[in-house]
């Protein structure tokens, strides 16, 4: 019998689609153990619980499983994303939250991205980073959100778009950018620092933020902390790897653990999706793990991205122009000074400040036009307030404003386009 | 209508704007208005929003009621993004500390605008206000608003010097459920019995109306309002759901 060509090459394909499809089903059932029915004595231990209700702070579980104005962690509020929406999920211990599940089950979701019922779970769960979670942390969590009162809410199904939607596009997803991992402690360094590279890493799950990522919504891993667009939102993430941006590596530590603690320190205070992080996560951890926090940041290497500065350099782009020191004087002044020397522990300095002049400008976008308060913490219980400007100053004298800024007092960063501002404006 | 509408806001803008420049740079003080100037920014100098733009005032209005609105806005009962915001990550007490401030401003009202809509409109409007709809179930505004429509302390607010636009708003978004209140929602029940037209006739005759000098809120009888709402049983101490 004589095979043509075509026919070999057809049998090749084959062999290697099937090869292709065995590794994506292989790699995705990687470092999944068996599952025992829970043990029920496990869960009713009082200092398990409270151990558990503190991690799962550290894990910032509440901002994505809570809607607005609703019981906490009974889920409900709908995660945009590139693909479309994703629904948190119920995590009480009701028969539409947790109530059915086990231990292993609850490990086998942070750990393996699996389902109880064996679904793939999607990374806007960050198990990417949770997969490096220690096994007695994910059983303290679980014994704290069973503890929980049940609240009964039914889980929304996800809205993505073809092909997102498909078990298989997902699958591939995971063999390509995923796999189970265990946190590795690195001996030549202090225990302090580890358990900030775990609380940075792994809980926290900073890089889901700060870092860039891929089309397919993958990062780099949970060190690549450089800095990144967050999809949708369009607030920019600093980098935590550039003293210019949001490295600490110049910060004394007690100013780190003043920001993560009240959302406000001597260097700088939160907005925007951070704010939350402080008020909903960071606030709750204790002296030792802030510091552990802020020992690890400040360990990481001063690395600008060359790629965002670049055209930043030349002077002579950069004159401020007359409508924008107009509008300054005429709305921003009174609070951040004619000198932009602001009033300490009330408005922020604009000159010397590094957010005024970071590549790109969307956070100066969002803050002119919708304002804000610092989240409200026990160490800063009586914020002071920004006015929303949304209504009052047009994109085009929004991004004069700004530019102005980005020219005066030192600052040397590219002015912000009529465009960018309403690319910004557009997003939610 | 939709074009005057924007013409009217974008001139109620153009106050605010021009009332910032004229104050620039007051003496930094740390009080409780500095450190919400994040309000008076569209609530008008010390929150006195005049009725002809789209924003209400919210100086002198019931603190409870105000304290209640500044929760529904944060837990998005009620809808406005900047108010979302703006509020999303401030707690209870923060919260009541500024409705009690701008709850103890006794600030002069300026007269209403001229009348809009047609006198059968607007006699239609005050029909309602007054002796509401029995057969539609439908209270008069004065029974729990008060004989004056000036409020009653501390949790239902006056209905009197506030712009036309913004009580359309409110009404239309009570009946659609856009806007909502701790249940059981009093407003939404009342606002879905009644039709856009009642909605248009009452909007035109509350704007239309003077405010009485000296328009406090007296406190509220005891006895029992015509419908049961949420935002007053809070006084019993009914807590929505925590911040955190």
């Not at chain 2, 806001?9 to 100037?37: H, K, M, N, Y």
């Amino acid at each position: 019998m004589k095979l043509g060509k075509s026919s070999i090459a057809l049998a090749v394909v084959a062999a290697l689609v099937l090869l292709a499809a065995i590794a994506v089903v292989g790699l995705n059932r990687d470092d999944e153990l068996p599952r025992a029915p829970e043990i029920a004595a496990r869960a009713s231990n009082a200092e398990l619980v409270a151990r558990g209700e503190y991690l799962v702070r550290a894990g910032s579980c509440y901002g994505c499983h809570t809607e607005p104005g609703g019981a906490a962690y009974a889920g409900g509020r709908a995660i945009e994303t590139p693909f479309g929406i994703v629904n948190a999920p119920n995590l009480t211990a009701d028969a539409t939250g947790l109530a059915a599940w086990s231990s292993d089950d609850f490990w086998r979701a942070l750990h393996n991205g699996r389902s109880r019922d064996g679904r793939l779970l999607y990374p806007a769960f960050p198990y990417p980073n949770y997969t490096r979670l220690v096994r007695a942390d994910a059983d303290a969590m679980f014994a704290y959100l069973k503890s929980l009162a049940p609240v009964a809410k039914q889980n929304r199904p996800h809205a993505l778009r073809f092909p997102f939607d498909q078990s298989a596009a997902l699958a591939v997803w995971r063999a390509l950018f995923f796999r189970p991992a265990q946190f590795e402690t690195d001996n030549a360094r202090s225990p302090q620092w580890n358990r900030g590279a775990y609380l940075v890493e792994t809980l926290g799950h900073c890089n889901a933020c700060h870092s860039r990522r891929n089309v397919f919504g993958a990062t780099a891993g949970p060190l690549d902390l450089a800095g990144g667009l967050i999809p949708i939102q369009n607030w920019y993430a600093p980098s935590l790897r550039d003293n210019a941006e949001a490295g600490v590596g110049d910060w004394p530590e007690r100013e780190v653990v003043a920001l993560l603690r009240s959302g406000v320190s001597a260097r700088g205070s939160v907005q925007g999706p951070m704010a939350e992080v402080v008020a909903r996560s960071t606030q709750f951890l204790s002296e030792d793990d802030l510091a552990a926090m802020a020992t690890y940041l400040g360990s990481l290497p001063d690395r600008p991205d060359a790629t965002r500065r670049a055209t930043g350099d030349s002077d002579a782009a950069f004159v401020p122009s007359e409508a924008g020191a107009k509008l300054y004087t005429t709305h921003c002044a009174a609070c951040h000074g004619d000198r932009g020397e602001g009033v300490a522990g009330a408005y922020p300095a604009l000159a010397g400040n590094r957010a005024v002049a970071i590549t790109p400008p969307a956070n100066l976008v969002h803050m002119v036009l919708r304002g804000g308060f610092a989240p409200a913490t026990p160490g800063h219980p009586r914020p002071y307030g920004m006015p929303p400007f949304a209504t009052v100053l047009s994109d085009e004298q929004v991004g004069q404003v700004l530019s102005y800024l980005r020219a005066s007092w030192g600052h040397r960063a590219p002015p912000v386009s009529t465009l960018e501002v309403s690319r910004y404006r557009g997003a939610r | 209508m939709q074009r005057k509408q924007i013409v009217r806001l974008a001139l109620a803008l153009a106050g605010v704007v021009a009332s910032g420049a004229a104050l620039a740079a007051p003496p930094f003080e740390d009080t409780i208005a500095q450190r919400v100037i994040a309000c008076t920014g569209c609530h008008g100098k010390e929150g006195r929003a005049a009725p002809d733009g789209y924003y209400p005032r919210i100086a002198g209005k019931p603190a409870g009621y105000l304290f209640n609105q500044l929760r529904n806005f944060r837990d998005e009962r009620r809808h406005y993004e900047l108010m979302n915001g703006l509020l999303a990550l401030l707690d209870d007490a923060y919260l009541q500390e500024i409705a009690d401030h701008f709850s103890s401003l006794d600030l002069p009202y300026p007269a209403p605008l001229a009348p809009v809509g047609s006198a059968a409109q607007r006699d239609a409007g005050e029909a309602l206000v007054r002796r509401g709809d029995p057969a539609r179930g439908v209270p008069a505004c004065n029974d729990c608003h008060g004989a004056q429509m000036t409020g009653l302390a501390p949790f239902i607010p006056g209905l009197l010097g506030l712009p036309r636009d913004y009580l359309n708003a409110q009404l239309g978004a009570w009946r659609s459920g856009q806007r909502r209140a701790l249940p059981p929602d009093c407003m939404a029940q009342v606002a879905q019995r009644l039709s856009p037209e009642d909605i248009g006739a009452v909007s035109a005759w509350l704007a239309a109306q003077p405010v009485p000098a000296h328009a406090a809120a007296p406190p509220a009888p005891s006895t029992p309002l015509p419908i049961a709402c949420g935002g007053v049983a809070a006084a019993a101490g009914t807590a929505s759901a925590p911040t955190r």
